[in-house]
C-alpha cells in the first residue's frame, strides 16, 4: 500500500494487498489438504451418499440468514458513508477511521461468536440443553467482558487511536468525538451478534432471519435517517447504540420464546 507503488496509488496498493493475500492463503490451505487428504474423509468431490434434500433445506434455512445478515450490514454502511459526507470530508474520514478501528473488538465477539455455534450445535442436537446453556452463558460473559473493557480503552485512549489513522487535528478531534460515543454500542452489538448465532446454531433459519432483518431495516436504517435529521453527525454515531439497545430488548423476548416452545428451564 504504502512502500512498493508511487504514491497516490494505495488504493490501488490495497487491492492488490488483499489480491496476494488471498492467493498465499489459498496455497497454504491446499497444501495442508494436500498433505492430510490421506487422513481425512473430506474430499473435494464427494463420494458415496449426497446429502438428502432436507439437510439442503437445512443448510439453506442456515445460510440465507447469515448471508442477508451481511448483505444488511454493508448496505447500513453505505447509508452511514452517504449521510456523512453530507457534512464534509473530515467528517467522513473520522467517521471512516472509527469504523475501522470499532472491528478490533468486535471482530473478537464475532470470533467467539463463531467458535461457539458448534457447541452449542452438537449439545442441542444431543439433547443435552444444560451443556448448551453453559457454553452460551460463558460465551456471553466473555464476550461482554471484553466489550466492556474495549468500551474503557477505547473512551480513554481514543486520541490516540486516531492519530495512529491521521495526523490532521480537525480530524482527530472529531474522530475521538465518534469515537467514545460509537464504542458505547459493542457491548450491545455482541448480544445481537450472540443470539443471531444461538438461533443460527439451533437451525433456527427463520428466527435467525427475523433478527437480521430487525436489526437494520427496522431499527438500525431508520433510525439513522430520524438521528441524522434531529441531532446531525453525532445522531449518526449515536443510532448504533440506541438501535442495538432496542434489538437486544426483541432478541431476548424472541429467545424466551424460543425457550417456552422447545421446553427448556429458564437460563439468563
Wanted: charged letters at 15%; a positive charge; aromatic letters at 12%.
Amino acid at each position: 500500500m504504502f512502500m512498493i507503488l508511487p504514491d497516490g496509488k494505495q488504493v490501488m496498493g490495497a487491492a492488490i494487498a488483499t489480491m496476494l493475500s488471498n492467493i498465499v492463503a489459498s496455497i497454504y490451505f491446499l497444501i495442508t489438504y494436500l498433505k492430510a487428504c490421506n487422513n481425512t474423509i473430506l474430499r473435494f468431490r464427494p463420494t458415496g451418499k449426497y446429502p438428502s434434500a432436507k439437510s439442503f433445506s437445512s443448510i439453506f434455512d442456515v445460510g440465507i440468514p447469515a448471508a442477508v445478515g451481511l448483505l444488511l450490514f454493508d448496505l447500513c454502511n453505505i447509508v452511514i458513508n452517504r449521510l456523512s459526507a453530507s457534512y464534509g470530508d473530515i467528517e467522513l474520514a473520522a467517521i471512516g477511521i472509527v469504523l475501522k478501528a470499532e472491528r478490533l473488538p468486535l471482530n473478537i465477539g464475532i470470533g467467539i461468536c463463531l467458535g461457539m455455534v458448534p457447541l452449542i450445535a452438537y449439545s442441542y442436537s444431543s439433547g443435552d440443553i444444560e451443556r448448551m446453556d453453559e457454553i452460551f452463558r460463558f460465551a456471553r460473559v466473555l464476550g461482554l467482558l471484553i466489550g466492556i473493557t474495549s468500551v474503557l480503552m477505547y473512551y480513554i485512549l481514543a486520541p490516540l487511536i486516531m492519530q495512529t489513522f491521521i495526523h490532521d487535528p480537525e480530524t482527530v478531534h472529531f474522530g475521538t468525538l465518534f469515537l467514545r460515543a460509537r464504542c458505547i454500542a459493542t457491548p450491545l452489538m455482541f448480544l445481537c451478534f450472540s443470539m443471531f448465532h444461538f438461533t443460527q446454531a439451533i437451525g433456527r433459519g427463520k428466527e435467525s432471519f427475523f433478527l437480521a432483518v430487525v436489526r437494520q431495516m427496522v431499527f438500525n436504517i431508520p433510525i439513522l435517517f430520524l438521528f441524522n435529521a434531529l441531532l446531525g453527525v453525532m445522531g449518526i454515531v449515536w443510532t448504533q447504540a440506541v438501535a442495538d439497545f432496542f434489538v437486544v430488548i426483541v432478541s431476548y423476548i424472541l429467545y424466551g420464546r424460543i425457550r417456552k416452545q422447545e421446553g427448556w428451564k429458564r437460563a439468563l
